[in-house]
Structure formats: C-alpha cells, structure tokens
C-alpha cells in the first residue's frame, strides 16, 4: 500500500538540513547517508550521496529523473553472484 | 464493423464488451464511459447510432491513452527506470520480477520456461 497523501513525501530532516547547507556553500563532499527510506525531493538534484548499502556506500549523483523515488533504490543491498556455466559470459545487461 | 477511436474495430458484441477490445480500456472503464455519454451498456456494437460512436471515441481520446500511445508510455516508463540505474530498473533488465515477488521458487512468468540445473538435488532426494 502506498502511503498517505496527507502526510507528503517522507524526507529525512537532517538530511534536508545537510544538502541545504551545502547548497548555500556551493558544493562540497558527497554526504554520507544511511537514510534509504528517504524520499529524493527536488533539493538534491546535481548533489551527491553516498548511500549506505548495509556494507559500504555507493555513490550516487541525482539528476532529475530521480525525483520522487527513495535513496535506497539506488544502492542494491544484494550481489547477484551469477551462475558460472561452461562458457563464461558477462552478467545480462541491456 | 464500426470503428472506434482510430484503428480499433469491436465485433457484434454488446457495446460494454466491445470497447473492452481496445488496448487500455477493461470492463470497468468501459462501463464508466458508457456511463458518461449515457449509452445502454446492452446496445450491440453494430446498433449504435453514428454519433453515439463518434462521441464514444471523441471522449476516449479526449480523456485516455490508448492503443500505441499506451504501449509507448509504458516502454518511456520502464526505460526511465533503466536509466537511471533505480532497483525497479534492474529488475526489468533482468527480466525478474520488479514487485518484491519471492524468486526462489515460481516466478515462471519473468524467467520464463525453467531451465534444469544438472546436479542440483531435487526436492524428493532431499525427503
């Protein structure tokens, strides 16, 4: 079930304050985050996230089209460790 | 065989199961039109007047995608996704499935026919 319309889009506060504040600063460091839940609103267009996948974190630069989804979709939790059959083909792309 | 909004062309069915012919429209939007324009839904195809017709398709291509229009939308949308690297995205790439579905087992729909894993046990051997 998708969430309430009331409530608006979830968005973690101190997230926001961070990008804020770089934006005044122009630029600066990716921001470390393990807010994956939080939900990419138009503030962090051209900033850059490190995101936290339960191991490390991947970096992520937001363009526009990624208004509106949630940080953690871009930083995948599992490996897919491929099959190795006979012949050794690189992972299905396209 | 009347036409409707283009290219489509519904049999001598009743007008309710007609429309459902057209790629976009299923049965409970097809009753809705109808009952916007106030059209028996009972009516065949074929028996409807030419401006009850032509009504019908001005006010599905006014309101709705259909057809191509539709089939384009929807590929913009999943090459979006693909695009910009989201989980949904490759899910598609991978042709599994994009819903949080489990994967172990079933799932054939996305994967497609099962392919046989030589030397993998099997649920009997196991037993």
């Known amino acids: 079930m998708s969430r309430s319309v009331k409530k608006g889009p979830y968005i973690d506060q101190k997230l926001l304050k961070k990008v804020l ?12 985050t393990w807010a994956r839940s939080c939900t990419i609103v138009p503030e ?7 995101i936290h996948n339960g191991k490390g ?5 937001v363009t526009d089209d990624m208004v509106g989804h949630k940080l953690g979709e871009f930083a995948p939790t599992r490996v897919f460790k491929s099959h190795g059959g006979v012949k050794k083909k690189g992972a299905p792309r396209g | 065989m009347p036409r ?5 062309i519904p049999a001598d069915k009743r007008i309710v199961v007609a429309l459902t012919y057209i790629y976009g429209i299923g049965r409970s939007l097809s009753q809705k039109i109808l009952k916007d324009l106030n059209i028996d839904e009972g009516i065949r195809a074929k028996d409807l007047h ?16 259909i057809e191509g229009h539709l089939r384009r939308q929807e590929t913009q ?6 695009s910009i690297g989201s989980y949904r995205g490759m ?8 819903r ?9 729909t996305r994967k497609g026919r099962k392919k046989t894993v030589a030397g993998k046990k099997s649920v009997k051997e196991l037993g």
């Open chain 1, 21 to 32: 504040k770089q934006k005044d600063a122009k630029g600066g460091e990716p921001i470390r």
């Open chain 1, 44 to 50: 962090f267009i051209s900033h850059t996230f490190m």
């Open chain 1, 57 to 61: 974190f991947q970096r992520l630069f």
């Open chain 2, 4 to 8: 409707i909004a283009g290219t489509d």
């Open chain 2, 50 to 65: 030419e401006d009850q017709l032509s009504s019908v398709g001005v006010y599905i291509e006014r309101n709705f995608s």
């Open chain 2, 77 to 82: 949308n999943i090459s979006r996704l693909k």
């Open chain 2, 91 to 98: 899910r598609h790439r991978f042709g599994l499935p994009v």
């Open chain 2, 100 to 108: 949080g579905q489990r994967t172990k087992t079933n799932a054939r």
